[in-house]
């Protein structure tokens, strides 16, 4: 039953993964800290789309009763209202190409981030789910050959119900592969092993599933059925390990959270507008983002490994969190520029008269 060892993942993420994880001892924990660190490098570019974007809400605010007289003015001539209107702009050093790069350069790295995190995330699945077995192949492995040569030397106990050393030595073999996989797998609250989905499918996988699994790996490192369904057999009759793997908590918390986040935000935004009097562009497009959106985080949490259902939750949570605070403070700080501008505008009017 030798196997071949599978290299470790060496990726960037894989690598900031295994470091975290060796020092606080949990992988979920470490999935947590790591999305709260990436949360709070990103957190610059969301602050200066939000003061971008704020700026550029205030200026439509202003321009508001020039931008109606325009439209009353140049409204049958469309080519002509487009002109005055970019003069308008120009004018008042409004810049909407500012605020779609900001908006574009942010949601670039964010898809970057998120991409790159669950192909890592994913490649380190396969690698523990390998490591996994393999470590309860060598216990199992190892108690046998001892349990047996000892029984073969001294016969079976005799307080024992085994008959033969084979018996005896399969029962003890399985109890420290079933002691082996409580050590190794990660386990994370309500989930058994996060390393597959929160789902109700069993923690203790399929031959095939395993196959799956350890084939995007490397091929060669795959048991055979016998070997396989020889070692983790019996963790299927474990009432600890056996049974549903999940209860699709983190789907519907993903899917929730995620609709939150982008609900509120819009809600904030709208109340603001509405507040200045303006018009915010593409509410239709907003409302289908806060449909559509929740039901891909949940997709993604359903389908891939409660790792990446980790990450998303926090994610979500923390983008909810900080968004609140974060507009709080670009709306002081708008309010101050807004005060001095106003000033400026003032004194160099006084100056004229």
């Known amino acids: 039953m030798d196997l071949l060892m599978v290299a470790q993942p060496t990726g960037i993420w894989e690598t900031i993964l295994f470091a975290i994880e060796s020092w606080v001892g949990n ?16 957190l610059p570019f969301d602050f200066m789309n939000k003061v971008v974007t704020k700026k550029n809400t205030r200026k439509q605010a202003e321009m508001k009763p020039e931008l109606d007289k325009l439209k009353a003015r140049y409204g049958n001539n469309q080519d002509l209202l487009q002109k005055k209107t970019l003069e308008l702009y120009k004018a008042k050093n409004y810049k909407m190409g500012g605020m779609c790069g900001v908006m574009l350069a942010n949601m670039a790295v964010s898809m970057l981030i998120f991409f790159t995190l669950l192909g890592s995330l994913n490649n380190i699945a396969n690698y523990k789910i390998y490591t996994e077995y393999d470590n309860v192949r060598a216990a199992y492995t190892a108690t046998y050959e001892t349990v047996y040569n000892e029984a073969t030397i001294n016969g079976v106990p005799a307080d024992v119900e085994f008959e033969t050393v084979e018996e005896y030595a399969t029962a003890k073999a399985q109890d420290a592969a079933a002691e082996k996989y409580g050590e190794v797998r990660t386990g994370f609250l309500w989930i058994k092993n ?160």
């Not at 501008?341 to 008269?353: A, G, M, Q, V």
């Open 27 to 42: 992988y979920a924990i470490a999935i947590i800290l790591i999305t709260i660190a990436i949360k709070l490098i990103m």
């Open 194 to 353: 996060i390393w597959l989905p929160d789902s109700r499918k069993s923690p203790i996988m399929s031959y095939e599933d395993f196959s799956g699994y350890v084939e995007k790996l490397d091929k060669e490192a795959i048991p055979t059925e016998e070997e396989y369904n020889m070692v983790m057999g019996s963790l299927k009759d474990n009432e600890e390990y056996s049974g549903a793997n999940g209860f699709y908590i983190l789907c519907i918390l993903a899917a929730g959270s995620t609709w939150a986040s982008t609900y509120i935000n819009s809600l904030v935004s709208k109340w603001k507008a509405k507040k200045k009097g303006v018009l915010l562009q593409g509410q239709d497009m907003n409302k289908s983002l806060n449909i559509i959106l929740p039901l891909i985080m949940g997709l993604f949490t359903l389908f891939y490994t409660a790792s990446f259902g980790l990450y998303i939750v926090t994610s979500s949570l923390f983008t909810t969190i900080a968004g609140i605070f974060v507009s709080m403070i670009v709306d002081k700080i708008d309010e101050k520029v807004a005060n001095k501008e106003k000033l400026k505008t003032t004194n160099s009017y006084d100056r004229k008269i």
